[in-house]
């Protein structure tokens, strides 16, 4: 059980355009859903968190209007970069957390390289 | 200003020996930490959960410590195995319920037959 997926696994993207990515709780209903940025070597930093039908809350210094969050459904949360550029170039995963759990379970992350 | 100390960037041990990873943190009070394991391009995988009224928990070959007042966890692999390799994450939450998580860097540990 308390399985996370995301699509796509990884995604290489033009400056200046915009992508999205998807992720699912697949055997669970996900109330809370959060997304992270892990760079090479680094932790994972958290960017967002987002509760089903409400708008995301963003950490200090994350362009909310640069990474649109929605959370649109109990099972689906979707992230998109908008605008793209090179130094968003990052691995990105999304975690979700069930009514009343404590731990987060993890998406495999997508790979988002901008060229 | 809060901050998230695991040991070290690496460590490598022999394949049977008891790996022992540190986690201290300053400046929270959390209510839970987390272990998680981190495999190369892929998303962190939950291992186990210590609130901070409890002391140890276990789970298999795995074993956390919490102490609160040390301000530390350790997370102990016994009878390690070449399959353990890969970097292991400390995670505070520091408020009750679904709160966020502050993850350390991680320690990667490597297991040598």
């Known amino acids: 059980g308390a399985v996370v997926s995301q699509h796509p696994s990884w995604v290489i993207c033009k400056s200046g355009t915009s992508v999205k990515i998807e992720c699912r709780s697949l055997?669970?209903?996900?109330?809370?859903m959060f997304w992270y940025r892990q760079f090479p070597k680094q932790s994972l930093m958290l960017m967002a968190t987002?509760?089903?039908?409400?708008?995301?809350?963003?950490e200090q210094g994350v362009e909310k209007d640069k990474f649109l969050i929605n959370h649109a459904s109990l099972t689906l949360s979707t992230l998109t970069v908008t605008s793209a550029h090179p130094e968003d170039s990052s691995f990105y995963i999304c975690?979700?957390?069930?009514?009343?759990?404590?731990?987060?379970?993890f998406g495999p992350g997508t790979r988002l390289t901008v060229t | 200003s809060q901050k998230i100390e695991q040991n070290s960037e690496a460590l490598n041990i022999q394949e049977g020996k008891t790996a022992t990873l540190t986690c201290n943190y300053t400046?929270?009070?959390?209510?839970?930490l987390q272990w998680y394991r981190q495999d190369p391009g892929r998303g962190p995988v939950f291992l186990l959960l210590?609130?901070?009224?409890?002391k140890e928990k276990r789970k298999e070959r795995l074993k956390v410590t919490f102490d609160t007042t040390l301000k530390q966890s350790l997370f102990h692999i016994t009878a390690s195995q070449p399959a353990d390799s890969a970097t292991y994450l400390c995670?505070?939450?520091?408020?009750?319920?679904?709160?966020?998580?502050?993850f350390g860097k991680g320690t990667m540990l490597l297991v040598s037959p």
């Open positions: 055997d669970f209903q996900a109330t809370t």
């Open positions: 987002s509760n089903e039908g409400s708008k995301a809350t963003y």
């Open positions: 400046n929270y009070s959390p209510a839970y």
């Open positions: 975690s979700a957390i069930g009514q009343g759990a404590t731990e987060q379970y």
């Open positions: 995670a505070l939450a520091a408020g009750s319920g679904y709160s966020t998580l502050t």
């Open positions: 210590i609130r901070e009224n409890e």
